[in-house]
């Protein structure tokens, strides 16, 4: 079945750090992948998206790359803010009668002044 | 714009009670979901319904029970509670069942079995 694989966290940056949390997957088929972030008290919410490989999902200066050959979709991100402090979950999903999300188990990122 | 409300935010049950988690959407999506999120274990599909009038079991249906009352609600019912149960729960809803289609979620219930 499907499955997704995260950095486990915590993470903690100073303001302006760069970024990187990775997530590799195992599927059937063509999925799409997505990161959902989860900022505190709140239900998820997409983030960004790619929905075939070499696609690269940007928004709110975080970008992540559909890696086809090494089943990856890292989110990274040059300058992060504290405002960005918030749980990651990097999903993907197969479509149809067989349509499915599955998460990764998140990431916490938490970033200091 | 309400997006998908669940109520309540929030809930104590003592084991053996039942109770009903609500759930509504506005977008006039056609699919909706019921997961529950556990420390270190992601979001994790309990039940979902692919379109008004259809309903199916996730990952981990045991314990649950759910109903697809119209095209706008989706309602998750605990017959008995069990401590196992004490989690955060969250609904989403999609448009269609295409693999690159955006969930939206509820701000999710942490409900609490003592």
């Known amino acids: 079945g499907n499955s997704v694989t995260q950095m486990e966290g915590p993470v903690t940056l100073s303001e302006e750090a760069f970024l990187t949390i990775n997530c590799t997957y195992t599927?059937?088929?063509?999925?799409?992948l997505f990161w959902y972030v989860q900022y505190p008290g709140e239900g998820l919410q997409l983030l960004l998206k790619?929905?075939?490989?070499?696609d690269k999902g940007s928004n709110k200066g975080f970008e992540a790359t559909y890696r086809k050959e090494t089943t990856s979709f890292h989110l990274e991100k040059g300058s992060v803010q504290v405002s960005d402090s918030a749980v990651y979950f990097c999903?993907?999903?197969?479509?149809?009668?067989?349509?499915?999300?599955?998460f990764g188990k998140g990431t916490l990122l938490t970033v200091n002044p | 714009n309400a997006g998908v409300t669940q109520t309540p935010k929030f809930q104590v049950l003592k084991t053996g009670q039942s109770m009903t988690l609500q759930c509504a959407q506005d977008?006039?999506?056609?699919?909706m979901y019921w997961y529950r999120q556990d420390p270190g274990m992601g979001l994790r599909l309990i039940y979902y319904?692919?379109?008004?009038?259809?309903?199916d079991k996730g990952e981990v249906p045991n314990g649950y029970n759910v109903s697809r009352l119209n095209k706008r609600e989706f309602s998750l019912r605990l017959e008995s509670a069990a401590p196992s149960q004490t989690s955060v729960y969250f609904c989403?809803?999609?448009?269609?069942?295409?693999?690159?289609?955006?969930?939206?979620f509820g701000q999710g219930t942490r409900l609490t079995v003592v």
């Open positions: 989403a809803s999609t448009k269609d069942r295409d693999r690159g289609t955006e969930a939206f």
């Open positions: 599927a059937t088929g063509y999925p799409s």
């Open positions: 790619a929905t075939k490989a070499d």
């Open positions: 999903a993907l999903s197969s479509g149809g009668s067989n349509y499915k999300l599955t």
């Open positions: 977008m006039n999506h056609n699919s």
């Open positions: 319904s692919a379109s008004e009038g259809t309903t």
